[in-house]
């Protein structure tokens, strides 16, 4: 069954205003990735983290990788109508690397 | 560079039928993956394969699926018989090496009628 736990499930925000959406894990992970997703087509890949503590951004996003390593998040500042979509957090656990596990998603709708 | 490139875009067949997707992960990727996407069960794994050999196919629901990669540039996901409840988007994603971060396709959604 899936392992992390993302939240909130939906988020209704008007433009300019930041976006923060978080992953949990019951087990360390190595790897934490973001992805959005645009109706019609495949994850894309936002950020990715390799260490314990990271913190990287990319843009208006910026995202960390937790120091227990079972936790992440993301933040999106100053949004736009054009960040509307499902964004997934995604991560590769200690205990069966390489099986990249997904979270439930966050839906974030913008509105003017 | 071309990205990871999923064929057919679209499917549908009648239930009973043998379906089969097909997939070219990115080139010099040496892992790739198999999802399936629902509303109800979001983004769930089926198998991936690392150097061409299934590492983990745990998520596959049950016989009827089936998953290969003959060589480092094909993988297909076959479902014989296909039955209405499989029905959802199939992923296939590609990545560099083993557990860094992975590369989707555009995705094949099958309609089982």
């Known amino acids: 069954g899936q392992q992390l736990n993302q939240s909130p499930q939906s988020m209704f925000i008007q433009e300019g205003e930041d976006v923060s959406m978080n992953c949990t894990s019951s087990s360390i992970f190595n790897t934490w990735l973001w992805y959005k997703q645009d109706p019609g087509e495949g994850p894309v890949l936002l950020i990715a983290?390799?260490?314990?503590?990271e913190l990287t951004s990319n843009g208006r996003l910026t995202a960390q990788f937790g120091i227990t390593r079972k936790d992440s998040f993301l933040n999106i500042s100053a949004s736009i109508p054009s960040d509307v979509g499902i964004y997934f957090c995604a991560g590769n656990p200690t205990d069966s690397w390489g099986k990249l596990q997904f979270g439930a998603g966050t839906q974030v709708v913008v509105t003017p | 560079d071309a990205g990871v490139i999923q064929s057919p875009r679209h499917e549908v067949t009648e239930m009973g039928q043998e379906v089969t997707l097909r997939c070219k992960p990115i080139s010099g990727h040496n892992s790739l993956f198999w999802y399936r996407q629902t509303m109800m069960r979001g983004l769930e794994l089926l198998i991936y394969f690392n150097n061409n050999v299934p590492i983990d196919d745990s998520g596959m629901p049950e016989d009827r699926f089936s998953a290969k990669m003959p060589n480092a540039s094909f993988s297909t996901l076959k479902i014989q018989p296909s039955e209405p409840r499989d029905s959802a988007v199939y992923f296939c994603a590609s990545s560099l090496a083993r557990g860094l971060e992975a590369f989707f396709g555009q995705g094949t959604r099958l309609t089982v009628v």
């Open positions: 983290l390799y260490k314990a503590g």
